[in-house]
Each structure stands twice: as C-alpha cells, then as structure tokens.
C-alpha cells in the first residue's frame, strides 16, 4: 500500500510547453488547513493542479468513518477521473495545510487533453498508479496488522516528508493528527493510540502535539515488513 504517488508528478512529467499551456488555464488559489477542495459524489468537473502543500484524498465508510487513500503534494492534479468522464466525484479531497494551487474548469482540462497529446502519457501514469495502490491498500487492509500498517504509514511519511530533528531521528513536517494516521490505515484512533504507545516503549517513535519523529528507522522497517520479533510483533 502506498499513500503517495510513485514516480513524477502529472505536471513535472509533462513537456515544458505543454505545463505552462495548462497553467495558463487556471486560476490560483489558495486553501487554509482542513479546507475542502471537492467531496465525494459531487457532481462538478474542475480539476485543481497542487503547486505547494498537501492534501489528502479520502472517502467515506459504510460504518459512518472515513479512510484515507492518499496524501498529495507539489505537482499532482486532482479531480481529473471527473473531468474525464464527467461522473460524481470518487473521493473528498481535503487540505492538509495551506494549500497553493491552480484551479481549472473540466472543459478547459478536456480540452487540454485533446489538443495536447503528450499530456495523455502521463494522466493514464497517474490513473494507472492510483488504481494499483488502491489495489494494494485492500490487501493491507485484510492482510496486517494494526502495527504493521501504521509502521508502513510512518515509514512513508519519514521518506516524503522528513527532516533530520534536533537530537537525532527524523522528523516527520507533514501534519497529520492521529485520527488522520487511523483514517489513513483503516482502524480507529484508539487503537492507533496504542499502536504508537508500543512504537515509543519500543524507542522507535517519540511523540508531542502535532509533532513525530522517528528515533529508530530500521527496527521502524522491519516492522512495516512484517519482521519483528517480541512484544512489538504482538500487537495489532
């Protein structure tokens, strides 16, 4: 499973040409914290191209909760698939933090498409690669545990959006409060609180308000692989 994208993003992959003809097509904005850029089954079709900052995409459960698929950042364009095709909206698409962006009406982004065939390449890239982490965040969510899937997830968010911390460790910038780290693997934020208490009992996560670092990175991986040993490789 994976929350971000593999590879270049949609506008770094696309001709230098055809990337300013698709920024001129848009109008910037700006989205605060916890702003809602589209929702799931919302019938519009603009498209939002990300130029800074992070968002989530996410979709409501059957038992009233919410799940996160994915975080996005510099150079992802989403609400494309309802472009596209024109149906409701797939997912809710929530800022992270301030949020820089570029917002496109979906017969602009069609057209875009259409006179611009060197776009196609990478927009069936991205869709291809959204489909098979979909993919893959089903057999997690079947498959592994509590731990493992919350170690994956830190793993992740150390490699994308870490920095070395005073002291020593990673320091993980991306915002995400724990009730956004259990919609992010399927489970509630009770028992991502446990989770993390056995990760800090272990010394492999020290935690504060707002704040995580990884203070082990490789017993963290082991522990994203499934190949841990002790009270740790029990819980979940």
């Not at 109008?27 to 992070?54: C, H, N, Q």
Request: proline share 5%; no cysteine; net charge positive.
């Amino acid at each position: 499973m994976g929350l971000f994208e593999q590879g270049r993003s949609f506008l770094d992959a696309l001709p230098a040409q055809d990337r300013t003809a698709l920024i001129r097509l848009g109008t910037p904005r700006r989205y605060a914290p916890g702003d809602v850029l589209m929702r799931e089954r919302d019938r519009t079709s603009f498209v939002v191209a990300i130029l800074r900052g992070w968002a989530t995409v996410s979709v409501d459960t059957e038992r009233g909760g919410r799940l996160i698929l994915a975080v996005r950042g510099a150079g992802s364009v989403v609400g494309d698939l309802a472009a596209v095709d024109r149906g409701p909206r797939s997912a809710t698409i929530t800022a992270l933090g301030p949020l820089d962006t570029l917002v496109i009406p979906g017969d602009r982004f069609r057209g875009f498409l259409a006179t611009h065939p060197a776009a196609n390449g990478p927009i069936m890239r991205q869709l291809s690669s959204r489909l098979r982490s979909s993919d893959g965040e089903r057999r997690a969510l079947a498959s592994e545990t509590v731990l493992r899937r919350l170690a994956a997830r830190i793993v992740e968010l150390s490699d994308r959006a870490g920095a070395s911390a005073e002291g020593g460790g990673v320091a993980i910038a991306l915002p995400m409060p724990q009730h956004d780290l259990a919609a992010a693997i399927g489970t509630t934020r009770e028992a991502v609180a446990k989770a993390l208490r056995l990760l800090r009992e272990q010394g492999v996560v020290s935690t504060a308000h707002r704040r995580l670092v990884v203070e082990n990175p490789a017993l963290l991986r082991l522990l994203a692989r499934g190949e841990s040993t002790g009270e740790s490789g029990r819980a979940g």
